[in-house]
């Protein structure tokens, strides 16, 4: 079993930026993925950045390309989100998740975390 916990979400300006934090234990993962969701009020929960745990392989979804940089620690089994340039449309819980990836639309994340509200007021 792994265990993923979420941290960083908070309440920010339009234009500001936050970094959200995903520590994993309970299991190595060399061979696995790390991704962020978001769900807004009322929507689906969708995958915006993902990061190969093994060779760093990033994958973006074009809403957040550019703005967005997802990276991870190692040695703490850790991934980052850092979310810059946020929009009021960015307002989401954002969740941690682990499992693999082949593309931003093909993909298998079996483990979840607890979420973290982000917050972007205009």
């Known amino acids: 079993q792994v265990q993923l916990v979420e941290s960083g979400g908070g309440l920010v300006q339009a234009g500001g930026s936050l970094r959200l934090s995903c520590t994993a234990s309970?299991?190595?993962?060399?061979?696995?993925?790390m991704g962020w969701f978001r769900q807004p009020p009322g929507k689906e929960r969708d995958l915006m950045a993902a990061i190969n745990w093994s060779d760093g392989t990033t994958f973006y979804d074009d809403s957040v390309k550019g703005r967005f940089t997802i990276s991870r620690a190692n040695d703490k089994n850790t991934v980052y989100l850092q979310m810059n340039s946020l929009e009021p449309e960015d307002t989401a819980v954002y969740y941690c998740a682990a499992g693999t990836i082949e593309s931003i639309h093909d993909w298998d994340f079996e483990a979840w975390g607890q979420g973290t509200q982000v917050t972007v007021s205009s």
């Open positions: 309970g299991r190595t993962f060399s061979g696995e993925a």
